[in-house]
């Protein structure tokens, strides 16, 4: 396989990685029901409940292949060098910051903080690399 495609593949089982590990958080899957409510309120349809509820049933497994992905990512990024760095930041601060164990709630703000901070130096030195590849072009 080419470099490029292999760097495709990364991506997605990166972004793949990075969607569950979101879906793994009790809170977020909340505030996702919750933002699915509203939008459709918005287009005119009325829900009660919380559509996405199933989620807190699976949070678990879908966290742990949320971990086992990004170790694919981990194994793309060390040995084929063909993912961006800033994607494994960001995809790694995802799930640390969707830990869902029960017992670990207690820690639930380190978590968040740890993971949130990767997740957003991740976006940000991302955002800064495409800045200076369009004045680098000019």
């Known amino acids: 396989m080419d470099t490029k495609k292999e760097g495709k593949i990364a991506g ?6 990075g969607a569950a ?3 793994g958080s ?10 699915l ?3 459709l309120g918005v287009i005119g349809i009325t829900l009660t409940g ?3 509820l199933f989620f807190t049933k699976i949070v678990i497994p879908v966290w742990i292949i949320a971990v086992i992905l990004l170790g694919v990512v981990f194994w793309f990024y060390f040995k084929k060098n063909c993912i961006s760095k800033n994607l494994v930041m960001f995809n790694s601060g995802l799930i640390i910051a969707g830990t869902p164990f029960q017992n ?4 639930q703000i380190f978590f968040w903080v740890i993971g949130g901070t990767l997740a957003a130096l991740g976006t940000a030195f991302f955002i ?3 800045i200076s590849k369009k004045r680098r072009k000019k």
Do not use: D, R, T
Not at 104 to 107: A, C, G, S, T, W
């Open 12 to 17: 997605a089982v990166g972004g793949v990685s």
């Open 50 to 52: 919380m559509p996405l």
């Open 37 to 39: 409510i509203a939008f």
């Open 128 to 130: 800064k690399e495409k």
């Open 104 to 107: 670990l709630q207690n820690f």
């Open 21 to 23: 590990s979101i879906l």
């Open 26 to 35: 009790w809170q977020i899957c909340h505030n996702l029901c919750l933002g």
